[in-house]
């Protein structure tokens, strides 16, 4: 028995608004369209930000191998490729999807127009034009809306290339919007693409050139390599899954403390220290997510927290994976097969714990070239119920104090525990969070002469009271927290009075 079926295609004006809200960015779109160049073989992609008010437009045009009229058709149409279908090694798309939903995210009219061996064909989606006949189905018109013509003269004399053009900005140029806001998107956009295609940016063998404006967009690197204050790199870890190899490095950044303002400012990336934690997911080198958990953590999944904003870990998915990785329609999010997800669980933990000692430590303190271990003024102690602050007596400054004070000894000792007991933890952590950095200690920001009085009287009591050289006294200051960060300071301690 045959079955009754019917034919039910999809209304084109109620489809196209509809796929209009799946959510991209400007910036999101923009990487969309870059890919398609990309996996075209392009070698320059020029994206010109056009002010006009309510008639600003967008143009991406690249210098890759251009389409044929029915390759643009192909482009141009909804759905024309099946996503489970096999890719070549080197295609950014999987959908079929992106020229289409991620342009007319941001704009009514979409125009293309491409050149290939000689030959140049032009089509584009209008839905303006759709919208005024009732009656139209999926109607794509051929050649520039009149008036348009005149932007795709960048094109002229190319044997090859693609041009993109957004009009009717309607998502992007809104009430109220200035020429000052249009400029400002156009920052955040150079931001996002220069993280999301940073390693087909950087190096002497660059793969591809971005440009906005005229501007070169230089690439973000979110793992620092190279940076010399970097505490930790971990080796490459591969992982075999049935869609193929998967590459896992993990990243500890250093603390702001080693950082100057220029080098702190840059590497936050362009959601900031904390939002840019956790892992990186690529697929062929262009990045698909940018920091969080991907859902992992033990008891809960994970969140994204100040202590865990130095951890970052680089993975590396084959474009056979999409499926296994849920990769969304925009690109921008992924999740790890279960099978993978205790491995990538211990990788995080290991990271994640390092970067909390890193943020915790503030980079410090470290051995000094001696080899010496740093004399530290608090200490934790791990109790049943959790953890309490210390300040260590055996720290020379506290020890001076107290081998001092005689009969005010216990009132010293009594005024210690008050401090310890008094730690104001609830709102360092809330200033941390609000301010996104962790409050100045270690005599940061001070001028030298701060540093040089407390130094000159715990030297002295060093060299009087407890007898010690010169040179011994010295030693000790530079092994002791916060002081081991002042040699130049130590240095000049004992001038010929003291010798």
């Given at each position: 028995m045959t079955a009754k079926t019917r034919q039910a295609p999809p209304r084109a004006m109620a489809m196209l608004e509809s796929l209009r809200g799946l959510g991209y960015s400007t910036a999101a779109a923009l990487a969309d369209i870059v890919d398609n160049s990309i996996s075209a073989g392009a070698s320059e992609v020029r994206i010109d930000f056009q002010w006009d008010g309510l008639d600003s437009r967008v143009l991406i045009l690249d210098d890759g191998r251009g389409m044929s009229d029915p390759e643009l058709e192909g482009a141009m149409r909804l759905g024309d490729k099946n996503p489970l279908a096999t890719r070549e090694a080197h295609d950014l798309g999987r959908f079929g999807m992106g020229l289409?939903?991620?342009?007319?995210?941001?704009?009514?009219?979409?125009?293309?127009?491409?050149?290939?061996?000689?030959?140049?064909?032009?089509?584009?989606?209008?839905?303006?034009?759709?919208?005024?006949?009732?009656?139209?189905?999926?109607l794509l018109f051929e050649g520039p809306a009149e008036g348009s013509k005149r932007h795709l003269a960048c094109l002229e004399g190319k044997a090859?290339?693609?041009?993109?053009?957004?009009?009717?900005?309607?998502?992007?140029?809104?009430?109220?919007?200035?020429?000052?806001?249009?400029?400002?998107?156009?920052?955040?956009?150079?931001?996002?693409?220069?993280?999301?295609?940073?390693r087909l940016l950087q190096g002497p063998r660059a793969r591809i050139k971005l440009l906005i404006n005229n501007r070169p967009i230089e690439p973000w690197d979110p793992f620092m390599s190279g940076h010399?204050?970097?505490?930790?790199?971990?080796?490459?870890?591969?992982?075999?899954?049935?869609?193929?190899?998967?590459?896992?490095?993990?990243?500890?950044?250093?603390?702001?403390?080693?950082?100057?303002?220029?080098?702190?400012?840059?590497?936050e990336g362009p959601a900031g220290w904390t939002a840019q934690q956790g892992f990186y997911v690529y697929r062929?080198?262009?990045?698909?997510?940018?920091?969080?958990?991907?859902?992992?953590?033990?008891?809960?999944?994970?969140?994204?927290?100040?202590?865990?904003?130095?951890?970052?870990?680089?993975?590396?998915?084959?474009?056979?994976?999409?499926?296994?990785?849920?990769?969304?329609v925009r690109?921008?999010?992924?999740?790890?097969?279960?099978?993978?997800?205790p491995?990538?669980?211990?990788?995080?933990?290991?990271?994640?714990?390092?970067?909390?000692?890193?943020?915790?430590?503030?980079?410090?303190?470290?051995?000094?070239?001696?080899n010496t271990p740093i004399e530290q003024a608090w200490r934790v102690d791990r109790v049943k119920d959790g953890v309490r602050y210390r300040i260590e007596q055996t720290h020379p400054?506290?020890?001076?104090?107290?081998?001092?004070?005689?009969?005010?000894?216990?009132?010293?000792?009594?005024?210690?525990?008050?401090?310890?007991?008094?730690?104001?933890?609830?709102?360092?952590w809330l200033d941390t969070a609000e301010n996104k950095d962790t409050p100045k200690t270690g005599f940061s920001g001070e001028p030298p002469e701060a540093v040089t009085t407390v130094l000159g009287t715990l030297f002295a009591d060093m060299i009087g009271r407890r007898g010690m050289s010169v040179e011994t006294a010295k030693r000790a200051l530079l092994s002791t927290e916060?002081?081991?960060?002042?040699?130049?300071?130590i240095a000049g301690l004992g001038g010929p009075a003291a010798a």
């Open positions: 289409k939903t991620a342009s007319l995210s941001q704009c009514r009219r979409l125009t293309v127009a491409s050149a290939k061996g000689g030959e140049r064909s032009c089509l584009r989606w209008d839905l303006d034009e759709l919208a005024a006949d009732p009656q139209s189905d999926w090859s290339g693609t041009l993109v053009l957004w009009e009717k900005l309607d998502r992007i140029v809104t009430a109220g919007y200035t020429v000052d806001d249009f400029l400002a998107m156009t920052v955040i956009v150079e931001a996002h693409l220069a993280m999301v295609f940073h010399p204050a970097k505490p930790w790199t971990s080796p490459s870890a591969p992982m075999r899954t049935d869609s193929g190899l998967v590459m896992a490095q993990c990243h500890v950044l250093p603390h702001h403390d080693k950082l100057t303002k220029d080098e702190f400012k840059k590497y062929n080198e262009r990045l698909l997510v940018a920091g969080g958990w991907l859902g992992l953590g033990n008891s809960k999944a994970w969140n994204r927290e100040e202590a865990h904003r130095l951890a970052r870990i680089q993975l590396d998915i084959p474009n056979t994976a999409d499926a296994d990785w849920k990769i969304d690109k921008s999010t992924a999740r790890p097969p279960v099978a993978l997800r491995w990538l669980t211990r990788l995080a933990e290991d990271t994640r714990e390092r970067a909390r000692r890193v943020f915790a430590y503030r980079g410090t303190p470290m051995p000094t070239q001696r400054a506290v020890a001076a104090v107290l081998d001092s004070a005689g009969d005010l000894a216990p009132l010293v000792k009594a005024m210690l525990r008050v401090i310890e007991e008094s730690v104001p933890v609830q709102r360092i916060p002081f081991q960060n002042y040699p130049g300071l």
